[in-house]
């Protein structure tokens, strides 16, 4: 089986999250002369496949296998890959089906390495992530098994296949503000305290604000409001408490505690609450590192291009590596059209993809 066959065989599982649908015994299968370990826990399914070729690191290449649901809007059958002009239809095509089967091909036909070659998929990128990867490492790292470097074959190339890989990526931190008013009749405001009213006087120096100024590697941490609620729907009753749901994507200058410090800058004295959640650490891997050397080196060989270093976009799970101190970097396919209907990716991406990781293993 060669790496698009295997592709368009990844596609036509259903795997929609946490539900693998026999993906991962076919690629356990298909790997066969690695060792496998599975982790599985509350329905989603982890396996973890390793071969030692030599006394060396142990580099392991990560992805998902489970996609978002299909929605409307599909031209054709979102688990029955369709191939036109090029390009290859299907739910997953992009995010993440692309990576996965060019890392299971070249690791499948790896005949040298000076280390430990590994493998880490998961059945829940999409959904929670609780018994996903995370917890895939921790089991891991109880039986000291934790991998040295790690890649991560998310869709992370912007207009030209080669153009771009993350080295680190931003935190997500998200906050919830109650404020108390008192409340009253709308003809007599004051006897009662408008919780409106006061937050109106703040947002202009709080919302869409810069927390810091950003790096070289780093956009600025924003504040970014998502939500605010108040009131009964009525015209005559002021509201008794007003609800402000934020998030702040976060670089490496912006804590917890910053951002509480600057909710109180100006909430001071307003009689409210402030509840912070943080579902991500932000983490940056050294420009210089290994890893990253060499796979610029392997994107230049194959495409000619000398990658950028971004860490922008949402999250993904480079940061349970990374929160391990594994070194951690991601380089897929073109990302315009994740989630979206008729997900789509080219052949030439696939194909140049198997052939980045193959230099990848060979340079390491």
């Given amino acids: ?160 296949f080669g153009d771009a890989m993350k080295i680190g990526r931003r935190g997500s931190i998200n906050g919830v503000i109650e404020k108390v008013g008192k409340q009253g009749h709308a003809a007599y405001p004051e006897k009662a305290v408008n919780p409106i009213h006061k937050v109106a006087q703040v947002l202009p120096h709080m919302a869409g604000v810069n927390l810091d100024e950003g790096d070289e590697f780093f956009a600025p941490s924003k504040f970014v409001i998502t939500d605010i609620r108040a009131g009964m729907e009525v015209t005559n009753v002021t509201p008794g408490k007003l609800k402000m749901m934020f998030n702040v994507r976060n670089n490496t200058k912006t804590s917890m505690r910053d951002i509480e410090r600057f909710v109180h800058k100006y909430f001071d004295g307003m009689n409210y609450s402030l509840t912070l959640s943080e579902s991500a650490k932000p983490f940056l891997t050294d420009p210089d590192s290994k890893i990253v050397k060499v796979m610029d080196g392997a994107i230049s060989a194959v495409t000619g291009i000398t990658p950028k270093h971004s860490t922008a976009g949402g999250t993904s799970d480079a940061r349970f590596f990374a929160s391990h101190g594994v070194k951690t970097i991601e380089f897929g396919v073109i990302n315009d059209t994740i989630h979206a209907p008729n997900e789509r990716t080219s052949k030439d991406e696939v194909k140049k993809l198997y052939e980045v990781f193959k230099e990848v293993i060979k340079r390491f």
């Avoid at 015994?25 to 982890?46: Q, S």
């Avoid at 098994?145 to 207009?159: L, Q, R």
Wanted: some cysteine; aromatic content about 12%; hydrophobic content about 40%.
């Fill in 1 to 160: 089986m060669e790496v698009i066959e295997l592709f368009k065989r990844l596609l036509s599982y259903p795997s929609v999250t946490p539900d693998d649908a026999g993906s991962l015994d076919f690629i356990r299968e298909y790997l066969k002369d690695y060792n496998a370990l599975w982790f599985n826990k509350e329905g989603v399914k982890n396996l973890f496949l390793y071969k030692k070729f030599g006394p060396g690191e142990n580099l392991c290449f990560a992805g998902h296998v489970d996609v978002v649901p299909p929605g409307d809007g599909w031209e054709s059958d979102p688990f029955e890959p369709v191939e036109k002009d090029g390009l290859i239809y299907a739910r997953g095509a992009q995010d993440m089906k692309s990576g996965v089967a060019a890392f299971v091909q070249a690791a499948k036909e790896c005949g040298e390495f000076d280390g430990t070659l590994s493998i880490l998929l998961t059945s829940d990128e999409e959904g929670e992530a609780k018994w996903g990867t995370r917890f895939a490492l921790e089991e891991l790292k109880k039986m000291g098994m934790m991998p040295d470097f790690a890649v991560v074959a998310e869709p992370t190339c912007e207009k030209v």
